[in-house]
């Protein structure tokens, strides 16, 4: 069945970041796009290895896209902000290139609770057992005709306020943060949200699982992942020092 055209406020475009795995690329793309339940404005995948093959892997799976190659490679943060740089939707799913979708029905259950929600940031569809141990016993909710579940910001100094997993987001609340990149990486982004009063909301019927375990993609925009013990155990000690200080500022 076709996806139906979507209400003119529930306007949304598909970004996709991707980076040079196109396998998985592709098996994204083609369980994403017949599991659509309300058409997407416009699709954009932005590239950052800058490898003109996603055009012909994007084509393949039947998508008329605006492909954003990246020369030179960015990093996720600002490769997700020269995305955003071209979105003219009031609204926006977020995806990474590996991601196996199961369902439809989740593009008209997100906008529901956003529209519900102004406080929620992001609708996210993994299913509970895939999801923080420290969010997986919170209770269910019904809203706006929605099973959910919240992400308490609370139980963590920076986590549970934003996301980069798959799902339905407010341009607005982007401008209000953003860009991504001068403020970090995901911990530092979802903290930023947190301090804005933000929270996560989760569909209780999960949509999506994670296929890219042990495919990951380095970011040149970080640090070198720490190699010794010493480097590793200063890491982890200006993390948790990090998050100390956080949790004590009473954001």
């Given amino acids: 069945m076709a996806a139906q055209a979507p209400l003119p406020e529930r306007r949304y ?4 970041t991707s980076c ?8 994204t793309l083609n369980s994403l796009k017949p599991n659509l339940d309300l058409a997407p404005e416009a699709w954009i995948v932005v590239e950052d290895s800058g490898d ?12 008329g896209a605006q492909i ?3 020369r ?15 979105v003219k939707t009031p609204y926006v799913f ?4 590996d991601w196996d979708f199961y369902r439809p029905g989740f593009i008209a259950e997100s906008f529901a609770v956003l529209e519900a929600c102004p406080d929620v940031s992001i609708v996210l569809l993994r299913p509970r057992e ?10 269910s909710e019904t809203v706006n005709g929605v099973r959910l579940f919240f992400q308490d910001p609370a ?3 920076e986590y549970f306020s934003y996301a980069f997993n798959p799902g339905m987001r407010r341009m607005s609340d982007y401008h209000r943060v953003g860009p991504f990149g001068p403020i970090g990486y995901e911990p530092d982004i979802s903290y930023a949200f947190k301090k804005q009063g933000f929270r996560l909301a989760n569909l209780e019927d999960g949509a999506v699982r994670h296929i890219g375990d042990g495919r990951h993609v380095e970011d040149p925009s970080l640090p070198k992942k720490a190699r010794d013990p010493w480097a590793k155990l200063k890491r982890s000690i200006g993390k948790r020092l990090k998050r100390v200080q956080r949790a004590l500022s009473g954001d």
């Fill in 155 to 157: 139980l963590h100094p």
């Fill in 130 to 139: 895939e999801q923080n141990k420290l969010v997986r016993d919170a209770p």
């Fill in 68 to 70: 954003i190659l990246n």
């Fill in 94 to 97: 977020h995806c990474e290139d």
């Fill in 52 to 63: 003109e093959a996603v055009r012909a892997a994007v084509a393949e799976c039947g998508i």
């Fill in 20 to 27: 040079g795995r196109f396998d998985l690329l592709k098996a």
């Fill in 13 to 16: 475009t598909i970004v996709v």
């Fill in 72 to 86: 030179p490679q960015l990093g996720q943060m600002r490769a997700i902000d020269r995305a955003y740089e071209h």
